[in-house]
């Protein structure tokens, strides 16, 4: 089992509409997460951190994180083409972050 | 306020040659960390410094080591290259605490042939 987990998509969704990114992780110490945009061919962008349960708004986007389900999630409001990119869930582990392998998030005009 | 700054950006190097990466990271921030992409593997830790201290090392091979100056800025060192380590390599750095988000250079793609 990876320690963190997403599924790589692509997602597609249409312009204007809600798209809906999720993660898991192994490890229950884990105290920290974080998502990342990543356009291709570029470095990771951090976009939103997260460190208790719950939900966190910036702008469009809204990271929600559930301990007790060792999940994460990343829901970014009326999605742009822009948006289009892959986005990585990091999850931090003593002093490292694993990453998960990345969903590539495809909007669609 | 500057980002991360990873040099050189672009490297062709030979399989048995050595290279040298450099990452000076955002003033103020003490902790580099040191990732390896590629379209396989994903990002994968190699090790991270801190005061000029590694307290966190990935899982490769002894040919990929790192240092840090006093004034944070960090450099990494594969030896006697491969094929395989063809990759984009990550500098990110962070304050230094565990768990603070951390910031990442525009990589270094490294090309082994």
């Known amino acids: 089992q990876k320690e963190v987990e997403q599924n790589s998509g692509p997602l597609s969704v249409p312009e204007g509409a809600i798209a809906s990114l999720n993660c898991t992780y192994s490890d229950r110490v884990s105290q920290s997460f974080f998502w990342y945009r990543q356009y291709s061919g570029k470095s990771p962008e951090l976009i939103m951190s997260?460190?208790?349960?719950g939900d966190k708004e910036d702008g469009r986007f809204t990271a929600q994180l559930n301990k007790a389900s060792q999940y994460v999630s990343l829901l970014i409001r009326d999605s742009q083409p822009s948006d289009s990119a892959t986005y990585l869930c990091?999850?931090?582990?003593?002093?490292?972050?694993?990453f998960g392998t990345g969903t590539r998030l495809q909007v669609f005009p | 306020k500057a980002g991360v700054t990873q040099t050189p950006r672009y490297l062709i190097k030979t399989r048995g040659q050595q290279v040298t990466l450099s990452c000076s990271p955002i003033?103020?921030?003490?902790?580099v960390s040191w990732y390896q992409q590629t379209p396989g593997q994903g990002l994968q830790f190699l090790f991270e410094?801190?005061?000029?201290?590694?307290?966190n090392k990935g899982n490769f091979p002894g040919r990929f080591s790192g240092r840090q100056f006093s004034n944070s800025r960090s450099e990494m060192n594969v030896s006697t290259l491969e094929l395989g380590d063809s990759a984009l390599y990550l500098c990110a750095s962070s304050t230094g605490p565990p768990n603070t988000e951390a910031f990442f250079g525009q990589g270094t793609r490294l090309t082994v042939v």
């Open positions: 003033s103020g921030h003490r902790s």
């Open positions: 997260i460190y208790s349960n």
């Open positions: 990091a999850v931090s582990k003593t002093d490292k972050l694993i």
């Open positions: 410094y801190f005061s000029e201290t590694q307290r």
